[in-house]
């Protein structure tokens, strides 16, 4: 599907104008999907293969919207769901009897949150336990407070979220804004002549079982990379490392030097390259995880 193509969308795009070019884009019916599908499959229509993915647009644009909690772009988010899109088209077989978007859904979700894996640090986000539940939860307590979505709590509130999530304050307020991450241009109108606005077609932002089970999908994916990885390490780089960087309150270079008898700039070097080491495993680990998939 080389050739298939899809309305531009990069992080410098206007994104109300790309949610309104993609509605140009007409959905199908069960069986001009299937005849198209068919075609595709064993005629190699690249034409047939592009509806497909354009018909679809929309529903990328759907979840995607469902990630940005992350903080990062929703252009780029949209762009990594279009290929999960393009590899649902490539991949799907008519002659099973379900719809395109049924099928189309997990390999979306998929590029989306491979994207994020590959964005986010596994090793500074969310190091210890108490910061991955602030960066999972918070949006959730916030509904409960009925905390504006896009702007800064009150002490009050950030009190009550730290302390409900055993955290301190400062990284309440900072994991806050760095969430937020409005896009007022999601308040442009459907259409010139119509009452609705794009946000209004947009996932809802409260837990549903689909959206807890995709996190803890992914908190599984991202902990059992991290220790396989954790193994490409020796014993002194894995406890220096772990010290470090995964622990709420790190050792100082300090006392592992006195630890080890060794310089306190030798103890940075060991980290440096343990760290090293560990993101150079999780990235090939993932990438043949992804082989494997495809």
Do not use: C
């Not at 190091?127 to 407070?145: S, V």
């Not at 302390?163 to 990284?171: C, H, S």
């Not at 490392?241 to 030798?266: A, F, N, V």
């Amino acid at each position: 599907m080389t050739d298939t193509k899809i309305p531009a969308l990069t992080p410098e795009g206007n994104l109300s104008r790309y949610l309104q070019n993609i509605r140009k884009f007409p959905m199908l019916s069960q069986d001009q999907e299937y005849q198209l599908a068919k075609s595709w499959r064993e005629d190699g229509d690249v034409d047939s293969a592009h509806t497909l993915v354009t018909s679809h647009l929309r529903l990328v644009a759907k979840i995607a919207m469902g990630y940005r909690g992350y903080g990062l772009p929703v252009a780029e988010l949209i762009s990594e769901g279009n290929v999960g899109m393009m590899q649902a088209v490539k991949r799907f077989d008519p002659e099973k009897g379900f719809r395109l978007a049924t099928y189309a859904m997990w390999w979306i979700r998929a590029s989306i949150q491979e994207y994020i894996l590959h964005s986010w640090s596994m090793v500074k986000i969310g190091t210890t336990a108490a910061q991955k539940k602030l960066f999972f939860n918070l949006r959730k307590l916030k509904g409960q407070m009925s905390a504006i979505d896009d702007g800064d709590l009150s002490p009050e509130q950030v009190t009550k979220i730290a302390d409900t999530l055993d955290v301190p304050e400062n990284d309440v307020i900072q994991m806050n804004r760095r969430l937020a991450a409005p896009d007022n241009s999601l308040n442009a109108p459907l259409r010139q002549d119509g009452d609705g606005e794009w946000q209004d077609w947009l996932v809802d932002e409260s837990e549903s079982q689909e959206q807890v089970l995709a996190e803890n999908e992914e908190l599984t994916k991202r902990r059992a990379l991290l220790q396989n990885a954790m193994k490409s390490l020796n014993e002194r780089e894995q406890h220096i490392l772990s010290e470090r960087r995964l622990k709420e309150d790190p050792t100082t270079l300090e006392d592992l030097s006195q630890e080890y008898g060794i310089s306190r700039e030798r103890v940075r070097q060991i980290e440096v390259r343990a760290f090293e080491k560990l993101q150079k495993a999780i990235r090939n680990a993932a990438i043949e995880q992804n082989l494997a998939q495809g």
